[in-house]
């Protein structure tokens, strides 16, 4: 079994910035890949970056690509997603999960991840 919290979220004006974490507990962090998605109202839930278990390989969705930067501590067991140059259309809950059986690719379908956690809420103004 494992746990995963986010936090960071919060409400930021266009163009500002915010840095979200997720703390994973019970099983061993470094093994496996890890991803955020976000889910705006009346959409679906979509990807936005993932890693791999060594932080060797990432991805990205091109909506946030040269904006956002995804990485990890696996001494502290939490992967951070940093989001810069923050647009209204970023406005969304973000979800971080967890591939525990194929850690070595950054998975971008959210049905490839085994664990998530409950969101943390980032508003954007414009």
């Known amino acids: 079994q494992v746990q995963l919290v986010e936090s960071g979220g919060g409400l930021v004006q266009a163009g500002g910035s915010l840095r979200l974490s997720c703390a994973a507990s019970?099983?061993?962090?470094?093994?496996?890949?890890m991803g955020w998605f976000r889910q705006a109202p009346g959409k679906e839930r979509e990807f936005v970056a993932a890693?791999?278990?060594?932080?060797?390989?990432?991805y990205y969705a091109d909506s946030v690509r040269g904006r956002f930067t995804i990485s990890r501590d696996n001494a502290k067991s939490t992967v951070h997603l940093q989001m810069n140059s923050l647009k209204p259309e970023d406005t969304a809950v973000y979800y971080c999960a967890a591939n525990l059986k194929h850690g070595d690719l950054a998975w971008v379908d959210r049905y490839e991840y085994d664990y998530w956690g409950q969101g943390t809420q980032v508003t954007v103004s414009s």
């Open positions: 019970g099983r061993t962090f470094s093994g496996y890949a």
């Open positions: 890693i791999n278990w060594s932080g060797g390989v990432t």
